[in-house]
T-cell receptor, first 114, second 114 residues
Framework: AQSVTQPDIHITVSEGASLELRCNYS??????LFWYVQSPGQGLQLLLK??????LVQGIKGFEAEFKRSQSSFNLRKPSVHWSDAAEYFC????????????FGTGTRLKVLA | KAGVTQTPRYLIKTRGQQVTLSCSPI?????VSWYQQTPGQGLQFLFE???????NKGNFPGRFSGRQFSNSRSEMNVSTLELGDSALYLC?????????????FGPGTRLTVL
């Protein structure tokens, strides 16, 4: 069955520390991969996406993610977290065809300590 | 360019009632997708409309229905509301014309069923 797993429900880091959010997926073939961020009371904003090519993807707000086919993972990283990064982060997969039946993980809520 | 708008932002209903939610996509976007977001379940795909036709459908009961108008605006209807329908309902718009088009999310409608 197709699924996305974000094993960490909550993560707390200190401002300035590095961050890694984990995402593993189960899919028939390599899908499109996405990371979204949701601030309280807001919709989801796309941070970055992977379609093909270079497995290290750069996104907005200083985030990057690395696709590892052998591990079916697409982990999100940031070298130095800012207090404004506190939010909920969602990993998602989508099929490589004209469809928008995205499968989302259950999210990781990030808390940043000053 | 105006973003995706959803109305109303908050809604309180009682069991057995029905509700209609509205989504106005970004101008020029022809695809509108709907998601249900609940704590612990993450985002669950409801359906996608493209050019007034339902193109993809998730695994929700028939009480959940939708439609899209010629101006791409979309409505979602839930009949015979149940307590478990309490959720944030998110709408996402996209050009919908090629694989991997980015989805832009609205702020959501918070539905509470009493």
């Amino acid at each position: 069955a197709q699924s996305v797993t974000q094993p960490d429900i909550h993560i707390t880091v200190s401002e300035g520390a590095s961050l890694e959010l984990r995402c593993n997926y189960s899919y028939g073939a390599t899908p499109y991969l996405f990371w979204y961020v949701q601030s309280p009371g807001q919709g989801l904003q796309l941070l970055l996406k992977y379609f093909s090519g270079d497995t290290l993807v750069q996104g907005i707000k200083g985030f990057e993610a690395e696709f590892k086919r052998s591990q079916s993972s697409f982990n999100l990283r940031k070298p130095s977290v800012h207090w404004s990064d506190a939010a909920e982060y969602f990993c998602a997969v989508g099929p490589k065809r004209l469809a928008y039946k995205y499968i989302f993980g259950t999210g990781t809520r990030l808390k940043v300590l000053a | 360019k105006a973003g995706v708008t959803q109305t109303p932002r908050y809604l309180i209903k009682t069991r057995g009632q029905q509700v209609t939610l509205s989504c106005s996509p970004i101008s020029g976007h022809r695809s509108v997708s709907w998601y249900q977001q609940t704590p612990g379940q993450g985002l669950q795909f409801l359906f996608e409309y493209f050019s007034e036709t339902q193109r993809n459908k998730g695994n929700f009961p028939g009480r959940f229905s939708g439609r899209q108008f010629s101006n791409s605006r979309s409505e979602m209807n839930v009949s015979t509301l149940e307590l478990g329908d309490s959720a944030l309902y998110l709408c996402a718009s996209s050009p919908g014309t090629s694989q991997g088009n980015e989805q832009f999310f609205g702020p959501g409608t918070r539905l509470t069923v009493l």
